[in-house]
């Protein structure tokens, strides 16, 4: 179609006097003159026309074009907000935050007003938002609520080719999305279009610039290594422009943060970037550098379309990501590094060429990339465990999960698996209908098995307890080991050290801050990041300090994650027998204190299975509260459990087959 230049003008006009008006003047026209000059300015008449027209569009561009910060704001500047907010949805909260906080900016006003965000646990919004980033979780809940969404006047689902699980099921729920954005990827797109009928498919013109791919000749054996490596050739060559590393997680990203104690080297900003990282740490990454500064960003996924960084001329890819996988083998998710696959590898390389000319050092062979990578990677929600879709989708009265609107649906497997995990939580009912404790689960925006933590805990009357353990558990970590400083912060948080659970070493953390008034200087001298521990701040009945109560409340949501002594030192899976390890930040690692039964929080695989976050419990108690599981193994004849039963007790696990459900026309029957 024709560009309507007339009105690009009337807007850009519109811009300029909005910020003439301002006393900022200069900053402002900087910013203004950055939103011209995207490659979606140039389009955005026809952009408003054709959204006007319909009430589906896809919008496909590369990224960096705009999409994410400026269709908002071009809504909003056609009149959409006078009939609701327009929402923006993120599968990652980095994003949320990071892009709201960009166009307030852009906008000029404070965040949280006119411009705001909304993320589990953090409503940074008021009653003069008209413009809502969120993370998609947020709106599947709100349409949980008022399933019309007739607060908004439009709805963005950004990201959407990245097929975040929550996503995918706003998709299946909400049949008339208005926009869509999404990154070039013909497959999806296909996808897409088939899915939501006849939908007009809008292109932006790309401005991108030509990127040299290097492949590595042989297969790299530690790619943290390979990365730093390359990293320092690039920085040393004397070439000019920022590095953008890609890992698989935080760990490694720490890891290579080390590049920046070089010696007898230009300087190197080293700035990392994932998805934990408290927030104002996170905006450092756009910051120029100082002259003469190189930058060198290290990044998770979450910069291949997410987050757009200017002036990144050297892309080093190290060929992993970190995933969620649903692994049958111990039978429930695990976060696993895993090679990305081929779409991954062109986005990363893609970033080496927004703003000139680039080089991308890919750390993995041409022939594993043509040979071994996928074309694009699996959709979550055909790879992950889906208890909180369930739940939810139960809850909105979907009877038949099995015909539910799926874009791509799970594999039964996988839907059956989660609606077993529910049923051993008490979820579900044998019919697999939702269960008083399951409506109570769905208002928790938490894992099914944390809810189950706090509901068990008000009848066992420790719940101001165990709302701060599940608090502590769900915001980013609270600890941290500043570079250079690791054995001393070490020391300190040794002192917190409950030995016989990590869930009680967080709990103890928090009594000592509270009673140090909430200070953040306590914070500080003990290696604590005060942002996460403010979260935590609320108004507690505390039930006094019988932590046996609480392990044996956590014992209650957890007894299916269960582990036994083998050795020393050594754990098995109660169910299943596989071999775990102690996380060496654990409470109970390494301090002579081996308890016969354990319970974990999460499994975490890197070299070996690592469980994360342990709390001892009893052998009893697991028998008790997962009787599905486990019974009690008696030497002598006598059935009853002793009272003074001073040895160990033994336990007898039952292999219930896993899923013991049959699905028919939707129920569960088991
Ligand atoms: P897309 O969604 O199409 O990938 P975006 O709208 O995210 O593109 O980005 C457009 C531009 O805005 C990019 O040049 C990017 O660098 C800039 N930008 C986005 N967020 C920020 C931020 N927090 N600080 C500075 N610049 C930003
Ligand atoms: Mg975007």
Redesign the pocket.
Known sequence: GKVDYRAEQKFADHMKEKSEASSDFAKKKTLLE?RQY?P?FAVRQQLLNIIRDNSIVIVV??????????LTQYLHEDGYTSYGMVGCTQPRRVAAM??A??VSEEIGTNLGEEVGYAIRFEDCTSEKTLIKYMTDGILLRESLRESDLDHYSAVIM?EAHERSLNTDVLFGLLREVVVL?QDTMTSTISLFAAFFGNVPIFHIPGRTFPVDILFSKTPQEDYVEASVKQALQIHLSGLIGDILIFMPGQEDIEIVERLEDLENAPALAVLPIYSQLPSDLQ?KI?QKAPDGVRKCIVATNIAE?S????GIMFVVDSGYCKLKVFNPRIGMDALQVYPISQANANQRSGRAGRTGPGQCYRLYTQSAYKNEMLTTTIPEIQRTNLANVVLLLKSLGVQDLLLFHFMDPPPEDNMLNSMYQLWILGALDNTGALTPTGRLMVEFPLDPALSKMLIVSCDMGCSADILIVVSMLSVPAIFYRPKGREEESDQVREKFSVPESDHLTYLNVYMQWKNNNYSSVWCNEHFIHTKAMRKQRMNLISCGSDWDIIRKCICAAYFHQAAKLKGIGEYVNVRTGMPCHLHPTSSLFGMGYTPDYIIYHELVMTTKEYMQCVTAVDGEWLAELGPMFYSIKHAGKSRQVRKDYAEPCSLHTRFIHNPAISIQRGNVSV
């Not at 561009?61 to 400026?70: A, D, F, L, W």
């Not at 987050?307 to 200017?310: E, H, P």
Request: aromatic content about 4%.
């Open positions: 950055q995207l979606i561009g590369e990224t960096g074009s705009g999409k994410t910060t400026q990071s892009v906080k960009r950004d954005c905006a756009f379309t987050l757009t960084v200017d």
